[in-house]
């Protein structure tokens, strides 16, 4: 079973979106990459720098955010400019849209029932003025 995600890759705003999932891995890859290209449809290339998407996606030890799943392929659009005889890399988005590999495991555990006294959902906020302890 594989998913496609999208993720926001970036200390400041984490997000993370299961947008559907299949078992067809190359379906899951063409999901992927369409919204990558979305995104970069609205991108607007300048006179010195223009946007690509990129599969090479730097060792993802060093990212803010992943998934502890299998990642088949992940894609980042980033900006460029022309330098020397090829291209070099400005900054990249930190939107990344993403094919995981999903366990096919079924939850067969026995649990309790929800206990509603244990669950407290009326209270103040952390920066309600009016407080009186």
Same mark, same amino acid.
Request: proline share 1%; glycine share 2%; charged share 35%.
């Given at each position: ?89 400005? =900054? =990249?988005?930190? =939107? ?28 103040? =906020? ?8």
């Amino acid at each position: 079973m594989y998913a496609v995600v999208d993720f926001t890759d970036y200390r400041k705003d984490n997000r993370f979106e299961v947008l559907g999932v299949t078992e067809d891995v190359e379906y899951a890859k063409k999901v992927a990459f369409q919204n990558a290209k979305k995104e970069l449809s609205r991108q607007r290339n300048t006179e010195k720098t223009f946007y690509k998407i990129t599969s090479k996606i730097e060792d993802y030890e060093y990212e803010y955010l992943h998934p502890i799943n299998k990642i088949i392929v992940a894609y980042k659009i980033i900006e460029l400019v022309k330098y020397k005889e090829g291209l070099k890399i400005v =900054s =990249s988005n930190t =939107s990344v849209h993403a094919v995981i590999e999903l366990d096919k495991t079924e939850i067969t555990e026995n649990v309790d029932e929800i206990e509603e006294t244990l669950i407290c959902d009326n209270y103040y =906020s952390y920066d309600h003025d009016d407080c009186d302890y």
